[in-house]
């Protein structure tokens, strides 16, 4: 059974940086497609992004092209989503998904396993 957990989230200013782990255990992450979901207070489960198991990317939400990128290292069996540029507005708790095919989807219900999520404030 896959397990996932997230680090990397914290406070960090406007403009800051983070880079968000997505640590696999129990299972290897390596035949799963891996996507970056957030969700802040009141608001829907958004998709971020999502790549595929031989790291090809699809898609990124129009609220973070440009500043976010999602990787993956499957000899660390760990996927990553680096964040630049943050915004107020990124706050919100981001968690990583996993599912087993190759490709991606971005429909949450879709996916088999599900990391408890890390916290990300974006404030002066």
């Known amino acids: 059974q896959l397990q996932l957990v997230e680090s990397g989230g914290g406070l960090v200013q406007p403009g800051g940086s983070l880079r968000l782990s997505c640590a696999a255990s129990?299972?290897?992450?390596?035949?799963?497609?891996v996507a970056w979901f957030r969700q802040a207070p009141g608001k829907d489960r958004e998709a971020i992004s999502c790549?595929?198991?031989?790291?090809?990317?699809?898609h990124y939400a129009d609220s973070v092209k440009g500043r976010f990128t999602i990787s993956r290292d499957n000899a660390k069996n760990t996927a990553y989503l680096q964040m630049i540029s943050l915004k107020p507005e990124d706050t919100a708790v981001y968690f990583c998904?996993?599912?087993?095919?190759?490709?991606?989807?971005?429909?949450?219900?879709?996916?088999?396993?599900w990391g408890q999520g890390t916290q990300v404030t974006v404030s002066s």
């Open positions: 129990g299972s290897t992450l390596e035949y799963n497609s």
């Open positions: 790549i595929t198991t031989v790291g090809h990317v699809t």
């Open positions: 998904a996993a599912v087993r095919r190759t490709s991606c989807t971005y429909y949450p219900p879709e996916y088999d396993f």
